[in-house]
Structure formats: C-alpha cells, structure tokens
C-alpha cells in the first residue's frame, strides 16, 4: 500500500477504509469492516460496560444464567424480596386453589371504586334506609331494623353442653346458662298430651251420671233397679266409682245379670269385682269389648233396696 497518509480528526469511518498491516515481510491493507467482524468473533468479558436492551438484542438467556438470588423457585416466596422474580411454576403453585384470577378484572369493574380500597366501610355501602348500631344490611340492599325493636342478647361466656337456654333477667336482653335436665316436678307445668305420653287430664271435676240398670237374663223376679256413680278420663283410661240399687219383688233363685251403661266404649273386655251387700259376697264384673256397658253377675239373694258397690277402671276405644 502506497500513498501518504493524512491526518483528518473529523473524518467518519464506515467500513471500507483500509489500515496498513505487515505479516511474513510483506506489506497490505486490511478493511476496517474486516478487523471489526474479526474482533466480534472474539470471545471477550465485558467489565464496566452499559448495555442499552432497548437498542441491543440478547439471546440464548437461560435461568441458569441468573444469579441465584435473582430466579426464585419458591411458591411460598418466603424470601419476600422486590429483586428476585419467581419462575412461572412457582407462581402456579402458590395460585393453585385460590380464587380464579380471570374474574378480577370483572370484579374490579363491578365494585368501582371500592376495589381500590384497602379497607369498605359502612359509608361506602350503596343501600336505602340508615345504617346504625340498630339496623342490619337486608338482602334487598336496605338497612332495617331487626323484629323486636333490634335489641342484642347477650349470653354467658361459657355453657352445658346441650343445655336450655334460660332468660336473665325481664328486659329480654340477656341469656344465661341452663341444665341440660328439666325437673319436671318444680320447672314443668301444663298438661302433657297422650300422643306425647302424658295423661291428657287438665285437673278437671269428676262428672256425675245416674239412670236405671236392666237385667240381662235369667230369672223372673227381677224387677227394676238404679244406679249412680261419678267417673272422670284422664287420656285413654276412664275410672267409674259408684252404687247399683236393684229392686225384687222376691228373692231370686236365679243368677240375674246387672247391666249399668258406662260413660264411653270399652277398648276390650276387662274384669272387676265388687260387693254383694244382700249377702256380703263378692261378685264378678266385667266390661264389653267396644261397648259401653259393664255387666255384674251373681244377684242371687237381692232385696228389695240392696246394691252392689263398685268400682271400674278401664281403657277407652
């Protein structure tokens, strides 16, 4: 390469001019661009250097390239650092189970302002009526007063298990606690049903009922004869306690039987004694099935004026 070579310090390279070059004894030119295109095939470290991203392409980045302390793959984020990025399955992990992301742009653009806000408050709650320490948000989106005039109850701090709550108190303000028995003698009153295995009797009177006996068979001496007697029914049981006056025109020889009618139908057949005044013995009774009668057999040796004594306790239909 001949020639002189001047000095121009404002001069712009491109690329195509020449830098003089020696090797083996011998003299030539090597292109600017060459020397460039030779030096970035280099394997160089850079130290102190700025690289702009937005006017320079860097590829072939891997995780592995990243310091340790900068690539977290923890989905716990335990580290809570503003320098580390979490990888993307450590972001999954920790999402996984929680609300669906998808909808927190629709939720956001529903609740308005409020979205932005770290605390709501009762101001910021759009509904009609008043809110105050006596009302509650209904469904409708009203503030209303709870039935009773919205007064609170307030309990005990502790209680039996499944015990009764009890009132503390008149103003119906506050509860207390209650055993889990109830003492039927001194906390119960009222009247329990039959259905629910009670008695059904309400502590009425016992009623009163008279009318005339018949004779069921036998005998022909047998005249007429009354009776009188009081029962009351307490659930199905019915309790009949009373006298049998019969009327002969002659001691029977026979063995008459004394029907008296009860105040309802018998469930079944059912026996009772009672006592023969006309000659001290006792005779046998019974109730018929579906029946409202009761039968007294043996009247041998009745007169005029004697009565049978009794008492009949049975099961109503």
């Known amino acids: 390469m001949t020639g002189k070579i001047s000095e121009d310090p404002d001069r712009v390279v491109n690329g195509t001019e020449k830098f003089a070059a020696a090797a083996s004894g011998s003299n030539f030119g090597i292109l600017a661009s060459s020397i460039a295109t030779y030096l970035a095939s280099l394997a ?9 991203a937005a006017n320079n392409t860097i590829s072939g980045l891997t995780t592995a390239m990243f310091a340790t302390s900068v690539v977290d793959t ?8 503003n320098t580390r990025l979490p990888t993307q399955k450590a972001v999954k992990t920790a999402l996984s189970g929680k609300a669906d992301t998808s909808s927190l742009a629709a939720l956001a653009m529903s609740l308005g302002a409020m979205a932005t806000k770290d605390d709501v408050g009762v101001d910021d709650i759009d509904a009609t009526g008043t809110p105050s320490s006596s009302t509650y948000l209904r469904g409708d989106g009203s503030w209303q007063t709870p039935a009773g005039g919205g007064g609170g109850i307030e309990g005990p701090v ?16 506050a509860l207390k606690d209650g055993a889990a028995t109830i003492a039927l003698g001194s906390e119960v009153s009222g009247t329990l049903p039959v259905a629910n295995g009670g008695t059904g009797y309400t502590g009425g009177a016992f009623t009163t009922a008279s009318g005339a006996v018949l004779k069921n068979q036998g005998g022909t ?3 007429a004869g009354s009776f009188a007697y009081s029962y009351i029914i307490i659930g199905k049981l019915c309790i009949v306690s009373g006298r049998a006056t019969v009327t002969t025109l002659a001691p029977n ?13 018998s469930l079944s057949n059912g026996s009772f004694t009672c006592r023969n005044t006309a000659n001290g013995r006792i005779a046998d009774g019974r109730t018929i099935a579906t029946s409202p009668t009761a039968l007294i057999y043996d009247s041998v040796g009745l007169t005029n004026g004697a009565y049978f004594d009794f008492t009949i306790v049975y099961e109503t239909v």
Do not use: E, Y
Request: aromatic share 8%.
């Open 74 to 81: 923890d989905s716990a984020f335990t580290a809570d650092s």
């Open 158 to 173: 502790s209680s039996t298990d499944s015990g009764f709550a009890r009132w503390n108190g008149t103003d119906g303000s």
């Open 221 to 223: 001496n047998f005249g």
């Open 253 to 265: 020889s026979g063995s008459d039987q004394v029907s008296i009618p009860l105040p309802v139908n």
């Open 44 to 52: 160089q470290t850079l130290t102190n250097k700025t690289i702009d």
